[in-house]
């Protein structure tokens, strides 16, 4: 069976720095697009950045410039590097990503557990 497993998350203070890691494992036979979600409290779900298999990014405006995803396929891994956090990022970050399991099945949509980030003033 598929699965992503998160890790980094924390709290540190305004200004301060943090880096995601996001592992799949189990059962896969192929890895398309994933990405960083996050959702606050009371909002919904809003994609953070994501990155294809060939490495093209894309990061919603309020992080751009102070957040960087990356990728190392081998590793089936993700990572996002926070710079310069502000309390307003403060979130469940989730791990999302378009997995298939065998040839020929149609991806699906796998996430991850969670991991809080907390960012002080």
């Known amino acids: 069976q598929a699965q992503l497993v998160e890790s980094g998350g924390g709290l540190v203070q305004a200004g301060g720095s943090l880096r995601l890691s996001c592992a799949a494992s189990?059962?896969?036979?192929?890895?398309?697009?994933m990405g960083w979600y996050r959702q606050a409290p009371g909002k919904q779900r809003e994609l953070v950045a994501a990155i294809t298999r060939g490495g093209t990014t894309n990061y919603v405006d309020s992080v751009k410039g102070r957040f960087t995803i990356s990728r190392d396929n081998a590793k089936n891994t993700i990572y996002l590097q926070m710079n310069s956090l502000k309390p307003e990022d403060t979130s469940v970050y989730y791990c999302g990503a378009d997995m298939t399991v065998s040839r020929g099945t149609a991806p699906l949509k796998y996430w991850g557990q969670g991991t809080q980030v907390t960012v002080s003033s």
């Open positions: 189990g059962r896969i036979f192929s890895i398309n697009d």
